[in-house]
């Protein structure tokens, strides 16, 4: 069974220090990897999707694979306040079949202005 | 665009009580739509999912059932709510064709059970 962690599970920084943020997975057959975010138990949102090893940005947001390492990273640049959320990692090993998506319980990241 | 619409947003119930949260999605059609769960400070897990009008999988037993009465329409329910059933309530769609398919969410039901 595929086993998600995230790590920290909660991060302070200061407006426009970049944010790093980490989510390790167990199953290295994985290749369905997507960050999503979710302010105050409101709908999620969806940043960014990465299938192969490397590097994936959508504007501040850029996902970093490294599926030898069994880990994916988001990092921020310049989070403001309203990046204020809870980060989570979704990961299985069928792209394209949502229904294997697994989650891990989240970082919150808080940034202070 | 596409929209996805949940209600209630939230609703607090009795223990034994029945309930029936629904979730509809406009401007795509035959989309792929799944229910997911939340407890306090648990992960996320799927509990539904359907390709299709008429057919729904189960993933996860948690005493509830779900309905694709429509093509744009996904009902959770329960006759009988227990305390576990308290949490976070997600209904997402995707686009069902063989590509990557990012999830869409709804903005949730918050449902607390006394």
């Known amino acids: 069974q595929q086993k998600v962690q995230q790590s920290p599970e909660s991060l302070t920084v200061s407006e426009g220090a970049m944010a790093s943020l980490n989510c390790t997975f167990s199953d290295g057959t994985s290749n369905n990897f997507r960050w999503y975010r979710q302010h105050s138990a409101k709908g999620l949102e969806v940043l960014v999707s990465?299938?192969s090893d490397g590097e994936k940005e959508e504007g501040r947001f850029t996902a970093h694979l490294n599926r030898a390492n069994l880990h994916v990273s988001l990092h921020i640049r310049e989070p403001q306040p309203s990046d204020s959320a809870v980060y989570l990692c979704?990961?299985?090993?069928?792209?394209?079949?949502?229904?294997?998506?697994?989650w891990g319980l989240g970082t919150s990241l808080v940034v202070n202005p | 665009a596409q929209t996805i619409h949940q209600w209630p947003v939230a609703e607090i119930k009795a223990v034994g009580s029945p309930l029936s949260l629904g979730c509809t999605i406009k401007g795509k059609s035959s989309p792929n739509l799944y229910w997911y769960w939340q407890a306090t400070g648990g992960t996320l897990q799927q509990l539904f999912y359907s390709i299709t009008v008429g057919q729904v999988e189960s993933v996860v037993q948690l005493n509830l059932s779900a309905s694709r009465p429509k093509d744009d329409q996904f009902i959770l329910s329960t006759e009988k709510l227990l305390l576990s059933h308290s949490g976070f309530y997600l209904c997402?769609?995707?686009?069902?064709?063989?590509?990557?398919?990012?999830?869409?969410f709804g903005s949730g039901t918050r449902l607390t059970v006394l």
């Open positions: 990465i299938f």
């Open positions: 979704a990961v299985s090993n069928n792209v394209g079949d949502n229904s294997k998506l697994i």
């Open positions: 997402a769609w995707s686009l069902g064709d063989s590509s990557a398919e990012t999830l869409y």
